[in-house]
């Protein structure tokens, strides 16, 4: 299977279900969301505007320009009716583009969130109490060693080189002094592994890919920083929790990230959930819930084919490298470099 780069959401999905990584990440094919990942959506976009606003601040602008909600002033950062606003606007533009039917509760839970991930610990996490960085920065980070490179060929003869890279974007990074740098991550949904269905304690947060990867490509996007710390504040379920993680804990992120991409690069045919677990395909899953655009009928349940089925039959029928070629989501790229040929 072709593999160019993880995010933190690829690599959790590839633990979740490998199938379910085939068809985000290689096919490309789209899932649209659920309605509480939007809310989600929205509470964050508060949160990232009032970084933004406290880091113009800090470079004595007036004002700042969201990518969303347009251009904000700068006098009306810390009122009370200034996060109200944030979250109406984001709201309303979110909403407006989405597929679900949001109702004035939605609007005050988003609303809610905001406020209590603001007003926790007498705001010790509201960005407008901090040394921001940088809001939202994202990074792109290229492995430079031998294990991580990959050389593939296309289905249709082209060739691909090149070295696993890690990409992603992060909440907000402050400056909590000493040179150490507060790398946070704001979450609304459980503090659950939805892989195991286990709770994340404080120790499996130690170990989880998405901090660690955080703090593996942060370390190099910010050389200046003595310290790294990734903070992934669960605002609904137990607050922050703050990972020390130091240089030591490099090599144990490396391997992490070796291993999966070299089990993710022999796979010919990617594993489906099978047994007690089948459960989440048809609760969760958009490619388990959703039929194939083809129309056609499974024979083995007389139904139509869900994306999930239809690609898994195929691959198994006629290999990863038609489906690859001829199922790829149109406009959909594995972000690589492409040879003209060999």
Request: hydrophobic share 30%; proline share 4%; glycine share 8%.
């Amino acid at each position: 299977m072709i593999i160019t780069y993880f995010r933190s959401s690829s690599f959790n999905a590839w633990g979740m279900c490998p199938q379910q990584y085939f068809l985000s990440y290689v096919l490309g094919i789209q899932d649209p969301g659920g309605k509480k990942a939007e809310k989600g959506t929205i509470v964050h976009k508060v949160m990232e505007c009032l970084a933004h606003g406290k880091k113009a601040e800090q470079d004595g602008n007036t004002t700042f320009t969201d990518d969303v909600l347009g251009v904000q002033k700068i006098d009306k950062l810390y009122d009370k009716d200034f996060v109200d606003e944030l979250s109406r606007l984001s709201f309303d533009y979110y909403t407006s583009k989405s597929i679900h039917a949001f109702s004035t509760r939605d609007f005050k839970d988003c609303n809610k969130w905001s406020w209590k991930a603001i007003e926790y610990s007498d705001g010790a996490y509201d960005p407008r109490k901090r040394c921001v960085v940088d809001a939202e920065p994202h990074f792109d980070i290229t492995i430079d060693e031998p294990w991580a490179e990959y050389d593939y060929v296309m289905p249709d003869g082209a060739r691909i080189h090149g070295n696993l890279a890690i990409k992603g974007t992060v909440d907000l990074i402050t400056d909590a002094g000493g040179g150490v740098y507060e790398a946070t991550d704001w979450k609304t949904g459980m503090r659950k592994d939805w892989a195991t269905g286990e709770i994340k304690s404080f120790w499996k947060l130690c170990a989880d890919p998405q901090l660690r990867i955080y703090h593996y490509a942060l370390s190099r996007l910010y050389p200046e920083a003595k310290q790294i710390v990734p903070t992934i504040y669960f605002i609904n379920d137990g607050g922050p929790f703050t990972m020390a993680y130091d240089d030591s804990d490099m090599e144990a992120t490396e391997k992490m990230l070796k291993d999966r991409f070299e089990e993710i690069k022999t796979v010919k045919r990617p594993q489906l959930l099978t047994g007690y677990d089948r459960w989440k395909c048809t609760s969760f899953c958009h490619y388990g819930k959703t039929a194939h655009q083809s129309g056609k009928i499974n024979p083995k349940t007389g139904e139509p084919y869900t994306i999930c089925q239809y690609i898994a039959d195929k691959t198994k029928k006629c290999g990863i490298d038609s489906v690859i070629a001829e199922d790829t989501n149109a406009g959909h790229t594995i972000d690589f470099y492409k040879d003209p040929g060999i």
